[in-house]
């Protein structure tokens, strides 16, 4: 297993017991502090889809070229 699975699961492990936690009673992230975390995650990830789903590097606009050629874009 990766780092990168294994990272992606611990956070899943504690977004469970964060929701958990709530669900009982207890707060223990507090409300402004998650919107901001919800908010800045957010942008990175739009940011981060929007580069991986456009041809902007050398190797995408080889790739676009290529599926252009065939008729596949």
Request: net charge positive; glycine share 6%; proline share 0%.
């Amino acid at each position: 297993m990766d780092k990168a699975s294994i990272s992606r699961y611990i956070l899943l492990v504690i977004a469970v017991i964060n929701s958990v936690l709530n669900l009982v009673g207890y707060q223990t992230i507090d409300e402004g502090l998650a919107n901001n975390i919800v908010a800045v995650v957010s942008g990175l990830f739009i940011l981060y889809c929007g580069w991986k789903n456009n041809y902007l590097t050398s190797k995408g606009k080889a790739q676009k070229e290529l599926l252009q050629q065939n008729d596949l874009h």
